[in-house]
């Protein structure tokens, strides 16, 4: 084999090396990372659970003409909130947010007047920007610094849309932390305020379980202070699962692509030494053949 052949394949084997070293690096800071998004998220979720289970209780035991948070309108026009990443690199994390949002886009055109998308993260923004989609509003650039206020900044929006009356129903789009290598696609609504369902580890209003609230002070002075807060813990609790979800989904398939150049270098390692061999081999052959025509 020609000795430029041989460089091809020591250049290769160098490349795919220093691609290793990067995708090496990159895991490991992902895996730092994902210790404390994990210890973030493991913390804020009994809080935002338990509020769900207290708001949707008191939803169904009040009036919804009580907060315009609780008002059920016919859903005729529609917000999606998709929580992806700003950066890549973390195998089909985004794609399947994208995905989901398609097939519920799809879903309900038939059965709505407008279908409005907003996006934290910078990767669903630039996959729609291209698409005839609505698009309300944007959070990006965020690089993983999420925090409560940025929180209460969209919850602030998106009460605003609701009461006013922009929107008639608010989902939330992300995906659940589950482990590093398992995160579940969730969609749920986060306005209107909706009773618990039968089911759900309370029983309905009807049972048992169905007691009168006394309010002190007044109910709509409590609803008034609680129904927003309790949009900005489920938005903050939606962020710190959507950034453990990507640290997670970036740590494997950043291991996965650091065993894949491993494999790959020795596959290139064992190419070079059979051409090295070759060339060596064909060397002596020309010697011996030279020194037999010699004699």
């Known amino acids: 084999m020609p000795k430029e052949s041989l460089r091809d394949i020591r250049k290769r084997i160098a490349s795919v090396r220093s691609t290793q070293q990067i995708t090496k690096a ?24 338990k509020m769900f289970e207290v708001l949707s209780s008191l939803a169904a035991r009040t009036s919804p003409d009580a907060h315009p948070l609780l008002y059920r309108r016919e859903p005729k026009r529609l917000e ?34 407008e279908l409005a998308l907003s996006f934290v993260g910078r990767k669903g923004r630039d996959y729609f920007r291209k698409r005839n989609v609505v698009m309300r509003r944007e959070y990006v650039n965020l690089f993983g610094k999420v925090d409560f206020p940025l929180a209460a900044r969209i919850g602030e929006d998106l ?12 989902y939330l789009l992300y995906s659940e932390f589950r482990s590093a290598i398992q995160q579940r696609i969730v ?22 379980a169905a007691v009168e609230y006394i309010y002190e002070p007044s109910e ?51 190419m070079y030494n059979k051409a090295r061999q070759a060339s060596i081999t064909k060397e002596l052959i020309e010697i011996v053949s030279g020194a037999e025509a010699l004699k």
């Open 159 to 170: 009460v605003q849309s609701y009461t006013a009356e922009q929107v008639d129903a608010i």
């Open 220 to 270: 709509v002075e409590i609803l008034g202070k609680i129904l927003p807060m309790y949009v900005e813990v489920q938005i903050y609790r939606a962020l710190l699962e959507s950034v453990a979800s990507e640290f997670g989904a970036r740590m494997t398939a950043m291991d996965n692509a650091t065993n894949n150049a491993r494999d790959m270098i020795d596959r290139l390692t064992l």
């Open 187 to 208: 969609l749920e609504k986060i306005l209107p305020v909706t009773p618990r369902r039968a089911g759900e580890g309370e029983e309905t209003p009807k049972g048992p």
């Open 80 to 113: 999606v909130v998709v929580f992806t990443s700003d950066r890549g690199l973390c195998g089909a994390f985004n794609m399947n947010l994208i995905q989901r949002a398609e097939k519920f886009l799809q879903e309900e055109k038939a059965r709505t007047e």
């Open 26 to 49: 990159m895991k490991m800071v992902a895996t730092a990372k994902l210790r404390r998004a994990q210890e973030n998220i493991l913390a804020t979720r009994p809080y935002a659970t």
